[in-house]
T-cell receptor, first 114, second 112 residues
């Protein structure tokens, strides 16, 4: 069966510091991968998605970036965090190829920028 | 583009009450429709889905029917429990790799 991991689970960082969040998927090959942000009291905002190694699509302009160095690894980064980057970050995967339907989510990372 | 509209709540009910959370969508073509549930501090879990018109998705006592004529996918449960307290998200697929379009989520609170 497929599983998705995210770490760290929680993170407190000062403004201006760098960020690296990691997401890995097990039990599937060539998945589509997604990063979402959920600000307090708000819905989900799609940040990035990837259909393959090195292929990243950005949905919104921001000071965040994403990379996919391996088939089942998706990394969210920032060089300098802003207060507005605080939120709950969710990684998700879906089957690649013709079936791009159901998304399955990881447990999330709670980021607080102070 | 696609959009999904759902009541935001909070929706507060007593235990054993009947639940309806409305969801309507706009989309080109024939999207799949989903309900996800998010318990406090956790990620989203797929609750149920339907892939074509008149399909009924069901799980854990929850049901939703894909109504193409009214572009709706309302979530229902006959008798809610305190453990159903969570945020519920309706979503539609665009059929492409850019993934799902989510509603803003409905916060459900069940009181004993």
């Amino acid at each position: 069966s497929q599983t998705i991991h995210q770490w760290p689970a929680t993170l407190v960082q000062p403004v201006g510091s760098p960020l690296s969040l990691e997401c890995t998927v097990e039990g599937t090959s060539n998945p589509n991968l997604y990063w979402y942000r959920q600000a307090a009291g708000r819905g989900l905002q799609l940040l990035f998605y990837s259909v393959g190694i090195g292929q990243i699509s950005s949905e919104v302009p921001q000071n965040l970036s994403a990379s996919r160095p391996q088939d089942r690894q998706f990394i969210l980064s920032s060089k300098k965090l802003l207060l507005s980057d605080s939120g709950f970050y969710l990684c998700a995967w879906s089957a690649g190829g013709a079936s791009t339907d159901t998304q399955y989510f990881g447990p999330g990372t709670r980021l607080t920028v102070l | 583009g696609n959009s999904v509209t759902q009541m935001e709540g909070p929706v507060t009910l007593s235990e054993e009450a009947f639940l309806t959370i409305n969801c309507t969508y706009t989309a080109t073509g024939y999207p799949s429709l989903f309900w996800y549930v998010q318990y406090p501090g956790e990620g989203l879990q797929l609750l149920l889905k339907a892939t074509k018109a008149d399909d009924k998705g069901s799980n854990k006592g929850f049901e939703a029917t894909y109504r193409k004529e009214t572009t709706s996918f309302h979530l229902e449960k006959g008798s809610v429990q305190v453990s159903d307290s969570a945020v519920y998200f309706c979503a539609s697929s665009g059929g492409g790799a850019d993934g799902l379009t989510f509603g803003k989520g409905t916060h459900l609170i069940i009181q004993p």
